[in-house]
């Protein structure tokens, strides 16, 4: 395969030859706890960015680290083009989730540990697997002396786990030219299902939005040893939190998706009526799947934290519940409060407050850059049978603050089809991605950049 000159299959070979390097550059990023618990200070990911920026600096890469806040660092690296105007963003972020219960781990939370062709610790995937990709993929570039039409920029971002406020939010606010590009691939998709005999691709092409409920719960306070002088709150959570267990959000189907089924091998035409009965019969063969169709037929709303109470001996008068929500493209604000309003509108004593921190968002599926970027995959893994979905993220990522700016952005971590998904445990204990899911999304991303900006 010859692209404008550039023989692909020798820059795809070094990515191969390359993976004791990258697995190497892999393991020190995640052994730095850049951990983000969302309440100031928190984060220190300037410590990751200057191990990248060190790394890529040998590699005789220019970036720089900015700063929001003290130790949140957002690495911007830019290889120019002959046009000296961005093109091609290739976007990660350097902050990890908590580990609540390291006890629970097999492995050490960042250790980095390989084992069976696997690295476990935080953020191996969620997102330090991707940024190492991207990194060697422009290393390997500026290597061969390759000349690009346009800007390529590597972004890697602080704070996305916790709304990006310190990270690409802040960067667009302030330095939206550093960012601002035709054209980027973040996280948020890449994954895929394997069914009957084909290997599927889901493109990340949009996200679910995000909100954070808070439900405040009042009583009256007394003495524990007389509770009947007072009213307490726990009571009324124990009711707030059964009717959300038994809420059902009203079924969906009109995210893209669902009309793709049939190349997942589903055969029934999705409807709300029938949806579920889809997904549960999916449950057994694709619990992967089905988890995806399950997150994208309908809103979420999850309890996830409870405050309240002052002493062990007195009656709690007030208890503050947060709840997660994730909804589809079409359900704002409004729906979401009157959803809110018929679950708990006929109850005495309950405050909601509404932090809307993620609409819903998309790009376009049918683009140029979408054909790119499966001819990338293809050429990588040296296949011509693969399937491709859009789909929508059931988290949000930071490619909400991109596409506002005019990016059509795509989530694509690309995995090796030979990787098991539900092994990445994102967010969970023992995080791992594979080793070949490494190299493989070093050259999809090699790929990408050869096709889209025109290098010779």
């Not at 719960?217 to 009324?236: E, F, M, Q, R, V």
Request: aromatic share 6%; charged share 20%.
């Amino acid at each position: 395969r010859r692209t404008n000159m550039v023989d692909l299959d020798s820059l795809l070979m070094q990515v191969d030859q390359s993976t004791s390097e990258l697995l190497n550059l892999h393991k020190e990023l995640v052994k730095i706890e850049s951990v983000n618990t969302g309440q100031m200070p928190t984060g220190n990911e300037s410590n990751v960015a200057d191990l990248a920026r060190q790394w890529l600096g040998n590699e005789g890469i220019e970036s720089e680290v900015v700063e929001s806040a003290p130790g949140r660092g957002n690495l911007i690296a830019n290889m120019p083009g002959k046009s000296e105007k961005n093109k091609l963003l290739l976007v990660s972020h350097l902050d990890v989730v908590p580990v609540e219960d390291a006890g629970k781990w097999n492995y050490s939370p960042f250790g980095a540990e390989l084992d069976n062709g696997r690295v476990y610790g935080r953020g191996t995937f969620d997102c330090k697997g991707l940024l190492a990709s991207q990194m060697l993929s422009m290393a390997i570039l500026k290597r061969n002396g390759l000349k690009l039409s346009d800007n390529l920029v590597l972004v890697s971002g602080a704070d996305e786990e916790s709304g990006g406020r310190y990270g690409l939010g802040w960067l667009a606010e302030k330095y939206p030219e550093k960012i601002q590009s035709p054209l980027a691939i973040n996280e948020g998709g890449g994954t895929h299902v394997n069914v009957a005999g084909t290997t599927t691709y889901l493109m990340g092409i949009g996200e679910k939005g995000r909100l954070e409920i808070q439900l405040t719960i009042k009583g009256t306070s007394a003495h524990a040893s007389t509770p009947w002088l007072g009213d307490n709150a726990s009571y009324k959570l124990s009711s707030v939190l059964n009717r959300i267990q038994n809420y059902e959000a009203t079924r969906d189907t009109s995210v893209a998706i669902f009309q793709y089924l049939s190349s997942l091998a589903i055969e029934d035409v999705p409807t709300p009526d029938n949806v579920d009965w889809i997904i549960n019969e999916l449950q057994p063969k694709n619990p992967q799947l089905a988890s995806v169709l399950r997150a994208l037929s309908r809103m979420t709303l999850t309890p996830t934290m409870v405050r309240g109470g002052i002493k062990s001996n007195s009656i709690p008068e007030t208890i503050s519940l947060i709840c997660d929500v994730r909804t589809l493209p079409h359900q704002d604000d409004r729906y979401v409060l009157d959803e809110l309003g018929r679950l708990f509108g006929d109850m005495d004593g309950i405050e909601i407050d509404v932090d809307y921190m993620a609409i819903p968002n998309s790009s376009d599926y049918d683009t140029s850059f979408a054909h790119s970027l499966k001819k990338a995959t293809e050429v990588s893994l040296n296949r011509t049978d693969l399937n491709w979905v859009p789909s929508v993220s059931t988290g949000f990522t930071d490619s909400r603050f991109l596409r506002p700016l005019g990016t059509t952005t795509y989530g694509f971590n690309g995995m090796d089809p030979s990787d098991d998904p539900l092994l990445n445990r994102m967010h969970g204990t023992d995080e791992s991605i594979g080793v070949k899911s490494l190299t493989t999304g070093a050259k999809i991303m090699l790929a990408l950049a050869v096709d889209v900006l025109d290098v010779d």
